[in-house]
């Protein structure tokens, strides 16, 4: 009996020790983390220049390394990526009948690249919270449906159009203007747009991924608080 009641002792000794041993380890982690981000922000170009540019060289180093691995690990998609690329340029600068083509697929390429563009800004906002389909899109498809009732036709010659609106000479029957009719007319732009507005919401996604998967604890506010309500709804649910 006399044993037993050591035995127990000893181990309710010991799971003490390790509670203790634990409590200690986590308050010195924080501790460290605590001394980490305060360190971190005082690593700024106007306040120590030298080691935040000795920073910058190593991660850009790091960088540069990682990428280098990873294309020779893919090389084989590299040199696709090369070679049609090469084949694209030639096609681009050498004359011949082709050239009709490939000059209407560059106004369409940037024009797309337009759209898209405008959509980037409207998801990125540029901190101004710029909306451009109430600055673009929209009287792009205001004036798009205007002219198609005005003129009663969406054959609207290109050039000028979307420069310019101008009707078409061919006499179109009264009535033939729907709304699938001017959706159609529309319906590259708004595609485009609506995929910028996706890529521009690509970035901080993949930002806060990352610092998610890695572990690491942002010094932004605004990302605390929000751990601090899912750690809140967890325990209510």
């Known amino acids: ?21 634990g409590n200690f380890t986590d308050s010195s982690l924080s501790e460290r983390k605590r001394r980490d981000r ?10 120590q220049p030298l080691v935040t540019l000795q920073y910058f060289f190593l991660e850009t180093l790091i960088n540069l390394k990682e990428w280098t691995i990873k ?9 696709s990526f090369l070679l049609t690329l090469a084949v694209l340029t030639a096609t681009y600068y050498i004359e011949g009948t ?3 083509y490939v000059r209407y697929m560059e ?3 940037f024009w797309c690249a337009y759209w898209v563009g405008l959509g980037i800004l409207s998801s990125v906002g540029l901190g101004t919270g710029l909306h451009t389909f109430l600055l673009y899109l929209g009287p792009h498809i205001a004036s798009v449906t205007l002219a198609a009732y005005e003129c ?7 050039p000028p159009y979307p420069d310019q609106i101008i009707c078409p000479d061919e006499e179109a029957t009264e009535g033939s203007i729907s709304l699938w009719a001017i959706i159609s007319k529309v319906r590259l732009e708004a595609c485009m747009w609506g995929a ?9 996604y993949f930002m806060a991924r990352a610092a998610r998967l890695s572990g690491a604890e942002p010094d932004d506010e605004e990302y605390q ?8 709804a967890e325990t209510a649910q």
Do not use: Y
């Open 196 to 204: 910028g507005t996706a890529i521009g919401e690509l970035p901080p």
């Open 38 to 47: 305060e360190e971190r922000l005082h690593i700024v170009l106007w306040r």
């Open 152 to 158: 009663n036709s969406v054959n609207f010659p290109e």
């Open 71 to 79: 294309l020779w690990h893919r090389r084989s998609i590299l040199v």
């Open 98 to 100: 082709h050239q009709q």
């Open 225 to 232: 608080e929000f751990e601090e309500m899912l750690e809140h």
């Open 107 to 109: 106004k369409k390429f």
């Open 1 to 21: 009996m006399a044993e037993n009641g050591t035995d127990c002792d000893q181990r309710r000794i010991g799971m003490i020790k390790e509670q203790h041993n």
